[in-house]
């Protein structure tokens, strides 16, 4: 299994490290923001998935660190996502609490499944049971679930139409010990998420009722 790999050093590696206003001046993240990137950066995940830092946003929470994860299957990508760990020590009113989960998850479908007028809410429950399956305290979740469809003309015609659907939700985990939120746990039910769209067989004999999408048609080659 692979871990989440990442360095504690600045934005180019996945982690925003100074405060709002003072980006140049080089500030040491707080304790518990260190605590959590260092939970993410040791969680052990399942091999299929590959994890790399990305850089983090600079504007949305005075320190924050991203990963970017894609579903792979021999030379195919079947899905790809980013997830970013946004933290204020001073507390969000909207997140009700310091820490947030912000992600983006993608995967392309067969046409007649991204028909399907339930697709959305089967996502949507994807990603809530995804964290209540390892027990996963949380809230304000909230999130968009989107269906696109390219068809291609001219030049392009020979390509069949394809099929994609992209899910954007961000969440505030409950704060532990210290005020830490099991951030490792939110990242292992993140690639649950991940793999169920990208249409993986479950991960363990506990998981087989979990209803995962086909794998695409053409998964595209890396």
């Known amino acids: 299994m692979a871990a989440a790999q990442g360095r504690l050093s600045d934005g180019a590696d996945?982690?925003?490290d100074t405060k709002e206003g003072d980006r140049n001046g080089g500030g040491t993240p707080p304790l518990p923001f260190r605590a959590a990137v260092d939970a993410l950066r040791t969680a052990r995940l399942r091999p299929q998935i590959e994890i790399?830092?990305?850089p983090a946003p600079k504007r949305l929470a005075p320190f924050a660190y991203a990963l970017e994860a894609t579903v792979v299957?021999?030379?195919q990508d079947l899905a790809d996502g980013r997830l970013v760990l946004l933290y204020d020590p001073?507390?969000?009113?909207?997140?009700r609490g310091s820490f947030r989960l912000v992600t983006l998850v993608r995967a392309?479908?067969?046409p007649e499944m991204a028909a399907d007028p339930l697709l959305p809410d089967v996502c949507w429950s994807w990603l809530t049971g995804a964290l209540q399956a390892r027990s996963l305290s949380y809230g304000e979740a909230s999130g968009t679930v989107t269906r696109a469809s390219s068809h291609y003309f001219g030049g392009l015609a020979e390509r069949p139409a394809a099929?994609?659907?992209e899910i954007r939700a961000s969440w505030t985990p409950r704060e532990g010990l210290g005020g830490v939120p099991d951030t490792a746990s939110h990242?292992?039910?993140w690639c649950d998420l991940l793999a169920q769209v990208a249409g993986l067989p479950p991960a363990g004999p506990g998981d087989a009722s979990i209803v995962t999408l086909p794998q695409r048609r053409d998964p595209q080659s890396r």
Request: glycine residues 12%.
């Open 52 to 54: 790399e830092p990305a």
């Open 14 to 16: 996945g982690m925003d």
């Open 163 to 165: 099929s994609q659907i």
């Open 90 to 95: 001073d507390g969000h009113d909207a997140w």
């Open 73 to 75: 299957d021999g030379d």
């Open 108 to 110: 392309e479908l067969e």
């Open 187 to 189: 990242l292992a039910s």
